[in-house]
């Protein structure tokens, strides 16, 4: 059987992006085509060169036009896009072209945290000031909305009564961690 072709997404740190790539590197079903990156200097973008990944830069433009991401993909045979830390809106073009195929994550449980402006390090920050018993991490499909796609998968972690955004954050990673590759892999072999 042909192996699954995925393409990632990433903007930034990538710690999501290379845990994927590492984990579907033994998985014979999947083959991690390249890495999408807006951000030349993102250390994803040495990262997955290093780990022997295809690395396509573009510019934010790029991130807009209606048709470039789909002719990419496509002309990649793309089955599924992973957004790992992405951090632009990606046009309704490609969603449209890829229907419950681009799959997201998001560092608390949505629908809370959620939406425009909500990442990284606000998102914790929400939650911190909230006094939120808990938080977690979803991983979902993405559709025109931000943050509201269908959900694939939740996990949660307890909070203490005393947490800081950095000690949020370092449990949310770690789930992210632990479960983000997985799940992908169960979502679409299921299916
Ligand atoms: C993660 O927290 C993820 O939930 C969000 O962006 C962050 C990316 O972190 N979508 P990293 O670049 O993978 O370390």
Do not use: W
Request: proline fraction near 4%; glycine fraction near 6%; hydrophobic fraction near 40%.
């Amino acid at each position: 059987m042909k192996p699954i072709k995925i393409a990632i997404f990433a903007s930034g740190e990538g710690s999501n992006a290379e845990t994927i790539i590492r984990y579907f590197a033994s998985k014979p079903d999947f083959e991690v085509v390249f890495l999408l990156s807006n951000k030349e200097t993102a250390p994803i973008v040495r990262k997955a060169k290093s780990l022997g990944i295809s690395v396509v830069i573009c510019s934010n433009k790029d991130v807009e036009d209606i048709s470039f991401l789909v002719d990419l993909c496509k002309t990649k045979e793309i089955d599924y896009i992973i957004l790992a830390g992405f951090l632009r809106k990606i046009p309704n073009t490609l969603i449209a072209a890829y229907p419950e195929k681009i799959i997201n994550i998001h560092p608390s449980l949505l629908p809370k945290y959620g939406g425009e402006g909500m990442y990284g390090k606000f998102v914790h920050e929400a939650v911190l000031a909230a006094k939120e018993k808990e938080s977690g991490i979803s991983i979902h499909y993405v559709s025109e909305e931000f943050d509201s796609g269908r959900i694939i998968a939740q996990y949660r972690i307890a909070l203490g009564d005393n947490e800081t955004v950095e000690t949020i954050q370092e449990k949310v990673r770690q789930l992210e961690h632990q479960h983000f590759a997985p799940t992908i892999a169960r979502e679409i072999l299921n299916m």
